[in-house]
């Protein structure tokens, strides 16, 4: 089991970080949480979780302002979008220990190759697929609705016959905070796995201005969400991954059973924050183009969202 004595950072302190970061605190780890536009209200007040699945939790936390304040840390947990990946680079290399292993806990494909170059060479980099329904309520305020659930991948570093060992240590910390965690021996595999909901809901959500509950009540939405899974399937395929048999349709049985729930671009949408186009939908797009395969409805789908975020940021 992994040592209470570890020293966990987490950066980007929103509702991943913060939900994640804060069952960490509970458990005994200590933890130290960078924020940017939230640091003074949960400097002052701490941070809370209202969950579903473990009540409310309150703490007053380890929060800083700037990476150089913060002790150097064993493992680093990114909560932060994608699209902030480079402009964070700096930060984690700067709180991390020697051998720290670093943990991208964000949507889609390719975001450990942009973040790669930027770590020294003695970092471990892993990436996390999250299956949660969270979100932020307010600064310093998060509501958790459903599931948790971490997959953990190895991605590279100087891990040399021992990666899976170390993606096990990342588990066994989860687990001793009492968040379900497994170890992915295939890290593309699992990252192709979490597009299969990731494309339909994150997308339609924004498109169609709905939430899981209509989206899946709808005959036509409900349809279009199949046939975006299924392609998704496809894209993996053709790069060589073959999912899980009738795992689209698990997927669709999981969604019935949640709680309504708007997933995280929309909410990037109605913030008027930039979209995680490039991991979620251009990555896996440009992928399976490569290996000859072409997803019309999520190429449809990723244009139209093209359009939405370009005049978001006009705006």
Same mark, same amino acid.
């Given at each position: /089991?992994?040592?209470?004595?570890?020293? *966990?950072?987490?950066?980007?302190?929103?509702?991943?970080?913060?939900?994640?970061?804060?069952?960490?605190?509970?458990?005994?780890?200590?933890?130290?949480?960078?924020?940017?536009? $939230?640091?003074?209200?949960?400097?002052?007040?701490?941070?809370?979780?209202?969950?579903?699945?473990?009540?409310? @939790?309150? /703490?007053?936390?380890?929060?800083?302002?700037?990476?150089?304040?913060?002790?150097?840390?064993?493992?680093?947990?990114?909560?932060?979008?994608? =699209?902030?990946?480079?402009?964070?680079?700096?930060?984690? #290399?700067?709180?991390?220990?020697?051998?720290?292993?670093?943990?991208?806990?964000?949507?889609?494909?390719?975001?450990?190759?942009?973040?790669? !170059?930027?770590?020294?060479?003695? /970092?471990?980099?892993?990436?996390?697929?999250?299956?949660?329904?969270?979100?932020? $309520?307010?600064?310093? #305020?998060?509501?958790?609705?459903?599931?948790?659930?971490?997959?953990?991948?190895?991605?590279?570093?100087?891990?040399?016959? =021992?990666?899976?060992?170390?993606?096990?240590?990342?588990?066994?910390?989860?687990?001793?905070?009492?968040?379900?965690?497994?170890?992915?021996?295939?890290?593309?595999?699992?990252?192709?796995?979490?597009?299969?909901?990731? #494309?339909?809901?994150?997308?339609?959500? @924004?498109?169609?201005?709905?939430? =899981?509950?209509?989206?899946?009540?709808?005959?036509?939405?409900?349809? %279009?969400?199949?046939?975006? /899974?299924?392609?998704? @399937?496809?894209?993996?395929?053709?790069?060589?991954? #073959?999912?899980?048999?009738?795992?689209?349709?698990? %997927?669709?049985?999981? =969604?019935?059973?949640?709680?309504?729930?708007?997933?995280?671009?929309?909410?990037?949408?109605?913030?008027?924050? !930039?979209?995680?186009?490039?991991? *979620?939908?251009?990555?896996?797009?440009?992928?399976?183009?490569?290996?000859?395969?072409?997803?019309?409805?999520? $190429?449809?789908?990723?244009?139209?969202?093209?359009? *939405?975020?370009?005049?978001?940021?006009?705006?």
């Amino acid at each position: /089991m992994e040592s209470r004595s570890t020293r *966990i950072g987490i950066i980007g302190s929103g509702a991943i970080g913060g939900f994640y970061g804060l069952m960490l605190a509970r458990a005994g780890f200590e933890v130290h949480f960078l924020l940017r536009s $939230e640091y003074e209200a949960v400097r002052e007040q701490g941070l809370s979780l209202q969950s579903a699945v473990h009540g409310q @939790v309150h /703490m007053q936390v380890n929060a800083y302002a700037s990476a150089a304040d913060m002790p150097l840390c064993d493992w680093l947990l990114v909560g932060a979008k994608a =699209t902030s990946n480079a402009e964070l680079a700096p930060l984690i #290399v700067q709180a991390a220990a020697p051998e720290s292993r670093v943990v991208l806990l964000q949507n889609g494909l390719g975001v450990e190759d942009q973040l790669r !170059p930027a770590l020294r060479p003695d /970092m471990h980099l892993l990436g996390g697929l999250c299956f949660i329904c969270v979100n932020r $309520e307010a600064p310093g #305020v998060i509501r958790h609705q459903a599931l948790g659930a971490v997959n953990l991948g190895y991605h590279s570093g100087p891990a040399a016959g =021992t990666a899976l060992a170390i993606v096990e240590e990342g588990a066994a910390l989860f687990h001793a905070a009492g968040i379900d965690s497994q170890a992915m021996e295939n890290l593309d595999q699992a990252r192709w796995q979490k597009l299969v909901w990731n #494309v339909p809901y994150n997308g339609l959500s @924004v498109l169609l201005q709905a939430s =899981t509950t209509p989206l899946m009540a709808d005959a036509d939405s409900r349809l %279009l969400i199949q046939q975006l /899974m299924a392609e998704v @399937v496809q894209g993996a395929q053709a790069c060589g991954l #073959v999912l899980p048999q009738g795992y689209a349709e698990h %997927l669709l049985r999981i =969604t019935e059973q949640m709680p309504d729930y708007w997933p995280s671009m929309y909410h990037d949408h109605a913030q008027q924050r !930039p979209l995680e186009l490039q991991a *979620i939908y251009a990555e896996p797009l440009a992928r399976a183009r490569a290996a000859g395969c072409h997803l019309v409805r999520m $190429e449809m789908l990723y244009q139209s969202l093209a359009f *939405i975020d370009r005049r978001n940021r006009q705006a």
